[in-house]
């Protein structure tokens, strides 16, 4: 190839997939000195001010939380950090006994599983609440609204996010307990209304009632708090990365990962036949 033309291909500007941003970050940056989060000096700053909660706050908006948003997101990573022996945990654990030397690899494992069945719903949650809104803002009520969220996710043949729990009926505790301090402590706002207004739409929808869990709770809060909605899902996937990794720290002094699956050899019968 002629050097004119390899110049010329080099200076090319190349086919990207996707719609590109600035090439710019607003979050982080690292010289020989230190650190510069945020706009603001790690060392000299934030380290031994902010807790943690206000630092992932920062990280996550660019802004320091109120003291409101600061106790509610604490709530709300406290409230999902742990459920005992759920998938995310049992596949985690399991992880682990495979490969022990990979600490990361389990947590991985684990929160690969947060998906809209298991722990990932906060983020659908987000997603009709927000849709609700749109609906009042353009004239509907709020009975109106939810009732007309609900039955066109329940027309798709979808579950309706945020409601109902196998264990916890006819009342999930966690979720009662968020909205009740968010009524207390005067930070409820229209979106925990609207999680209210869900409460019969979705039992006319679904022709029975469903208990309101604790995603449809944590997405209302957050939504009133000015978090990023379609950060949502970052809530409970950093609440339960802390979870996993004290089934991890157990799973060292307590292996129990072999032991759960041996008795999925036991529980599960094989129907399998040979072709013929």
């Known amino acids: 190839m002629p050097a004119a033309e390899r110049r010329a291909r080099e200076t090319e500007t190349p086919l990207l997939i996707g719609k590109p941003g600035p090439a710019k970050t607003a979050i982080a940056a690292a010289d ?39 106790y509610f997101l604490d709530l709300l990573l406290v409230s999902i950090a742990e459920h005992g022996l759920v998938p995310t945990a049992i596949a985690a654990r399991m992880t682990y006994d495979a490969a022990p030397d990979s600490l990361q690899g389990a947590v991985a494992a684990g929160i690969l599983g947060a998906g809209p069945v298991v722990l990932g719903t906060a983020e659908l949650c987000g997603k009709a609440l927000t849709a609700a809104a749109a609906r009042i803002a353009d004239g509907a009520d709020p009975a109106k609204a939810t009732a007309a969220v609900a039955a066109e996710i329940h027309a798709r043949g979808d579950k309706m996010p945020g409601f109902g729990h196998p264990l916890h009926k006819p009342v999930d505790p966690r979720a009662d307990r968020i909205l009740t301090l968010a009524e207390e402590r005067g930070v409820a706002g229209r979106h925990v209304a609207l999680a209210h207004a869900f409460v019969p739409a979705v039992t006319a929808v679904w022709g029975r009632p469903l208990p309101m869990n604790v995603s449809m709770a944590i997405a209302a809060v957050l939504l009133d708090l000015d978090f990023p909605g379609a950060m949502i899902k970052a809530v409970p996937l950093l609440a339960r990365t802390a979870g996993l990794l004290a089934h991890l720290a157990e799973e060292q002094e307590r292996p129990i990962g072999f032991v759960m699956a041996s008795a999925a050899e036991d529980a599960i019968a094989y129907d399998g036949k040979k072709d013929r």
């Open 32 to 70: 020989a000195d230190g650190v510069n989060v945020r706009g603001r000096d790690l060392v000299a700053d934030l380290m031994g001010r902010l807790t943690f909660t206000e630092f992932f706050y920062l990280l996550m908006t660019g802004r320091e939380p109120t003291p409101e948003q600061r």
